[in-house]
Nanobody, 119 residues
Framework: QVQLVESGGGLVQTGGSLRLSCAAS????????MSWFRQAPGKEREFVAN????????AYADSVKGRFTISRDSAKNTVYLQMNSLKPEDTAVYYC????????????WGQGTQVTVSS
């Protein structure tokens, strides 16, 4: 059974940093796309960043480019999202998700972790 468990969220002041973790288990994710999404109150869920588990290629939403960094530790089966220079508009529940590279639909989602940035 595949499980994605996020951690690392919390309350931080504007300009601060947080590192989110997504521990993945239950299968091999070789070649899969690991992604972070976020959803703020009253807004639709939006893409934040993704990484190819095997190749390490990354992609970012324009709103976080230059501030957030996605990475993975294959030995720990964990994906990270390093978030720097945080802004109040980054406040949201952050989710990790995984999909196969040839499809659009995400196969598995985590339960989410709350990030709150105070002004």
């Amino acid at each position: 059974q595949v499980q994605l468990v996020e951690s690392g969220g919390g309350l931080v002041q504007t300009g601060g940093s947080l590192r989110l973790s997504c521990a993945a288990s239950g299968r091999s994710f070789s070649g899969y796309i690991m992604s972070w999404f976020r959803q703020a109150p009253g807004k639709e869920r939006e893409f934040v960043a993704n990484i190819n588990w095997s190749a390490g290629n990354t992609a970012y939403a324009d709103s976080v480019k230059g501030r957030f960094t996605i990475s993975r530790d294959s030995a720990k089966n964990t994906v990270y999202l390093q978030m720097n220079s945080l802004k109040p508009e980054d406040t949201a529940v952050y989710y990790c998700a995984v999909r196969r590279p040839i499809v659009v639909k995400y196969d598995y989602w985590g339960q989410g972790t709350q990030v709150t940035v105070s002004s």
